[in-house]
């Protein structure tokens, strides 16, 4: 039997894990990890076709997806990026055009494609620093949800066998994979500090955090709290099992 002090932090780390897994996954699918805002009109200029084209169906290049990004109101994700772009009209030339998002997708090889100390310029050489948190920053939330998916069947064996004692292993998936998540924040930031290091904003274009960052940021939390829960169920039971077993001995 499990007490009901142990049962309830069960249910709350469960809870809590389930809510994390919720927003790290929302966080991962979306592009609203970093966006730019430019000033109104920059849609109009002259290249800003062009850079549409070549951002949707152009060839993979940072220095190009970044430049459009930057004027025209981008936003990016670990998995996608995306621009804002007027949408289509007829044979008139609308003064303010409603504004359509198009996105596309960073494909798994691109994910491993390196980084240049200067984007775009293969002849600068790599920048391993970049690199390696590109690939971090989209491998750690993976690894995150993997840990919580085992530890979630490992929940469901230790279920079946009516025993408690699998629920320190859960704990420590748990911290791991807010460990994980927390990683994945840093090597972002710390990644789009660089790549703002070495491609200078142009004037007037603005860039701030977006929401699925922070949805990131608080599954991390949440992960650890629910692993605090199942290690003080697990600790605290088997400390209560180890007296009551030494009390019928004696």
Request: proline share 5%; charged share 15%.
């Amino acid at each position: 039997m499990v007490d009901n002090r142990y049962a309830t932090a069960l249910v709350i780390g469960s809870v809590l894990s389930l809510l994390a897994t919720v927003y790290l996954s929302i966080a991962v699918g979306t592009q609203h990890w970093y966006q730019y805002r430019s000033p109104p009109g920059n849609h109009e200029a002259s290249n800003a076709s062009e850079l549409r084209e070549d951002f949707i169906n152009g060839e993979f290049d940072e220095k190009t997806y970044s430049d459009t990004l930057f004027r025209l109101n981008g936003t990016l994700g670990l998995w996608w990026r995306c621009v804002q772009v007027p949408g289509k009209s007829y044979w008139f030339k609308e003064p303010d055009p409603k504004m359509v998002t198009q996105c596309v997708s960073f494909t798994l090889p691109q994910q491993f494609v390196p980084k240049y100390k200067e984007p775009g310029n293969h002849n600068t050489g790599e920048d391993l620093l970049r690199t390696y948190l590109w690939r971090c920053q989209f491998l750690l939330p993976l690894v995150s949800l993997a840990l919580v998916f085992l530890s979630g069947l490992i929940g469901v064996c230790a279920c079946l066998c009516r025993s408690i004692t699998p629920t320190l292993g859960v704990g420590v998936l748990h911290l791991l994979a807010g460990l994980c998540s927390l990683g994945t924040v840093c090597c972002f930031l710390a990644g789009m500090d660089l790549l703002h290091r070495v491609s200078v904003l142009p004037d007037s274009v603005d860039g701030s955090l977006g929401w699925s960052l922070y949805l990131a940021l608080i599954s991390s939390p949440l992960q650890m709290m629910a692993a605090a829960l199942f290690l003080w169920a697990a600790r605290s039971h088997r400390q209560n099992y180890t007296r009551m077993t030494a009390y019928r001995v004696a």
